[in-house]
């Protein structure tokens, strides 16, 4: 719940920040991060919840650190970033799709 704290605050808070270029991909991000984490809540299924939390978390790190890089006019840093970001999203990906089917429980 702390989580879903937490996306439902940035997608709140955007309406009031100053408005960048990606807001529309923020704002789909947060929708879908917030629906993801609610339902797995109300069909019981918080293991799903804890992975969707997980690949979500652990691509922020480095898409943040690349639009910082962006903003910084540091395009070489950003491609370097996004190229890191591109391979080690990747990881979680697969993860999920060799632990998503233990997870659920039909």
């Known amino acids: 719940m702390l989580e879903m704290g937490y996306y439902t605050a940035g997608l709140v808070s955007q309406f009031f ?6 807001f529309m991909q923020m704002f789909i991000h947060h929708v879908a991060t917030v629906f993801l984490i609610g339902m797995s809540f109300i069909c019981s299924r918080t293991r799903i919840g804890a992975l969707v939390m997980l690949v979500h978390d652990f691509s922020d790190i480095s898409l943040e650190a690349c639009k910082m ?3 910084l ?9 996004l190229a890191a970001l591109e391979f080690l999203s990747l990881r979680p ?6 632990t998503v089917f233990s997870t659920v429980r039909l």
């Open 93 to 98: 990906e697969l993860f999920i799709i060799r």
């Open 69 to 71: 890089a962006k903003y």
């Open 17 to 22: 920040e100053v408005k960048r270029k990606d």
């Open 73 to 81: 006019k540091k395009t070489e840093a950003a491609n370097v970033l």
